[in-house]
């Protein structure tokens, strides 16, 4: 059984990724900030408050973990009204995890959670394909570029997934 990290573990998309690798059989810890309700998490799932922006909370975290799923983020329309925020959690909460993975966690794998975003929008019916250059329209798409390519030189074992 593995033991896996999701940052941003107690908003709605990070329970339901702990419920369903609590289904797989896998220990799972829910990262996320002191002030929000870890109540309700699924059965099983270790709650660990902590802040993203802190490499002190995201190494105690991910300490003995063989994998991260990194969901947390400052979504729309917060990331656009508050730009130097969303820098902060997006891209430089980002570089601490890869950081302290690279230092604490170097065999465990990333799953880094991004954004079709990261595309612009598209011209209607397109087509959208990851050969597609970057065109981010909010600074959301951009911080998620951005931490996409953190991600991308890491030299971590990782995987981008850009939900839509």
Do not use: W
Not at 43 to 55: F, I, K, M, N
């Amino acid at each position: 059984m593995s033991t896996v990290l999701v940052t941003g573990g107690a908003g709605s998309m990070g329970r339901l990724v702990c419920g369903r690798l609590t289904d797989d059989g896998h220990s799972v810890r829910a990262f996320d900030l002191a002030s929000v309700d870890f109540s309700g998490l699924p059965e099983g799932v270790v709650a660990v408050p902590g802040d993203l922006t802190s490499a002190h909370d995201v190494a105690a975290a991910v300490a003995g973990v063989d994998a991260v799923v990194h969901l947390a983020a400052i979504l729309p329309p917060v990331a656009d009204q508050r730009t130097e925020l969303a820098q902060c959690v997006n891209v430089d909460g980002t570089q601490i995890v890869v950081d302290v993975m690279k230092s604490r966690a170097p065999e465990a794998r990333l799953v880094f959670s991004s954004s079709v975003s990261v595309y612009g929008t598209p011209d209607s019916g397109a087509e959208i394909t990851t050969s597609q250059s970057y065109n981010p329209d909010d600074n959301y798409a951009k911080t998620k570029a951005e931490s996409e390519q953190i991600v991308a030189r890491s030299g971590l074992d990782s995987v981008v997934l850009r939900i839509s």
